[in-house]
Each structure stands twice: as C-alpha cells, then as structure tokens.
C-alpha cells in the first residue's frame, strides 16, 4: 500500500526542530544572554503575582546566619562527641569538633528568639486574619529555618525566598509551599524582601546577613526608601561587629544615622520596637520600592 504521507519523515524533523517551538515552551531560548532582561523581568512578576494571590499586604524580613542550630540539634552534636570520648576516642583528636558543637550551643538561643519572635508576631497579626507583618526569610536552613518554623508553630503563613546556588539551597520545610519562590538573580530577590517590608529583623550572621543589613540601611540613609524599624537581635555580638559609635565619631556617618537601628537581645524587645515605632497602629500595606 502507498503511504498515505510519503513526507511524515520531513514534517517530523520539522515538528522536532527548536525553531518550531513556542517561544516560551524553548528554554534554549530563553537562557541566550539577550533575554536576561526578559529573565529578570519573569523573576520579578512570578513573586509578586503569587504575593498577591496570596493576599499578603506587609512583611517582616528576618535574616540571620544558616549556621545556626536549634537547641536540640545543638545539644546533640555536643552529646555525641562527649559519648565518643567515654568510648575510647582520644580527646585531643576530638578537640576541634567538641569546641565547634559547644560553639553552636552558645548560639541556639538566636534560634529559639527568632523562632519564638515569629510566632508571637504571625499569630499577633494572622490569627485577626491580617496578612500583614507576614515573615519573609531567605528559605534556607539556621536563623530562616527558626523563623518560618516559628510562623508554621502558630499555623500561620510566611514566605521564603530561596537562591539557587553552586551547593544547591534547599528550602526549610516550614515554608508555606504557597509562598515558597525560588531566585536566579540576587538583585531580584533583594528587591522582593524590601518591596513590602515595613521592619527588618537581623540576627548574627555572616557576609550574607551583612550584605543585606547593610543595603537597608544605605537605603534608608538615602530616603530610596521609607524609614522602617531596623533591630539587631543580640547587643554583645552586634556590639563587635559594628562599632557605629566610632563611625560617628570619624564623622563617616550623621549622628542621627545611629538611631536608624535598635539592639535588642529577646524576641520580645523585639516586637516592642516595632510597636513603638508605628506607635502602636502598624500599618496594612508598605510603600512601593
């Protein structure tokens, strides 16, 4: 028998060729270096609709080093080199790990603040059915992990805002999947963790939580964006990390620049700052970025 299409061969090379593809279906497309304006402008539309799907009016950023551990986890790294000592483990071959784990004990307690400052704030403001003051971290483990677990503790939504990385980021598990959004383009998620926020929690971190710190606050300090309370968890760490006092005494910055932030030490001298700051009336909705 004749076949019924003598050219199904040509026309399936042409069905399979890249250039037939949709546009927005051909991924080898769309990652050529003249659509990265195209990329970026996706990276930042796909957030801010599923944002406002999700009816989120205002947030609280939180950021804070990953390397933080829970009180638990903390206790337990501890407990096992302690127990491989009494089982024959030489000491001194031990001496780095146990000073580590000891190291992470001291610090559990940012966990426990950060994880205990989100639930009191989620609940305070979602269990009147307010998506305002809605937690945003950066979606990964430590200090981001305490803070949606904290939200997820009251049953209360919060969002993570992840990057993909060389060693890939995998988000914490106490992220609502709703609000769970994943970044190519650090300027995109900058813009998104500043564009509904109305305060800002930094716990002690690393160059991540410095570089983020510090971005508010030269956009503060520049009126690119409205003031907003800026609150340092943890004064004796903070008070090493940044000597804003001598800034102002080498006149690098205005005196009245050191108010822009508040050192605190306890989940709730944090919530009384930002009460003070908004004088008790916190505002649904944040100011466009």
Not at 8 to 35: G, M, S, T
Request: with cysteine; glycine share 6%.
């Amino acid at each position: 028998m004749n076949d019924p299409d003598p050219y199904r061969d040509l026309r399936q090379k042409i069905l399979n060729a890249p250039a037939y593809r949709l546009a927005h279906e051909d991924v080898e497309f769309l990652v050529q270096d003249d659509l990265r304006p195209l990329r970026m402008q996706l990276e930042l539309l796909k957030p801010e609709h599923g944002l406002r799907e999700q009816g989120i009016g205002s947030t609280v950023v939180v950021f804070g080093s990953a390397r933080v551990v829970s009180l638990e986890e903390a206790q337990a790294r501890l407990d096992d080199c302690n127990a491989q000592v009494r089982n024959g483990h030489a000491e001194s071959e031990l001496e780095q790990e146990r000073a580590s784990a000891r190291r992470h004990l001291a610090h559990a307690h940012y966990y426990e603040e950060a994880r205990r400052f989100s639930e009191l704030i989620s609940c305070r403001f979602q269990c009147e059915q307010r998506r305002d003051f809605v937690v945003v971290t950066g979606g990964g483990p430590g200090i981001m992990e305490a803070a949606n677990r904290g939200a997820f503790d009251a049953g209360a939504r919060s969002i993570g805002l992840n990057i993909t990385l060389p060693h890939e980021q995998a988000p914490n598990p106490f992220i609502t999947p709703e609000l769970a959004f994943r970044f190519h383009y650090f300027a995109l998620r900058k813009m998104h963790f500043l564009l509904r926020a109305r305060a800002l929690v930094a716990f002690p971190g690393g160059y991540g939580t410095l570089d983020e710190l510090f971005e508010v606050l030269t956009l503060v300090q520049t009126q690119k964006m409205p003031r907003l309370p800026i609150v340092l968890v943890g004064k004796e760490f903070w008070s090493r990390v940044i000597d804003i006092d001598y800034l102002v005494e080498e006149q690098f910055i205005a005196a009245q620049d050191a108010e822009l932030v508040a050192r605190v030490d306890t989940a709730e001298q944090i919530i009384d700052v930002i009460h003070n700051f908004y004088g008790g009336r916190p505002p649904t909705h944040s100011a466009s970025a």
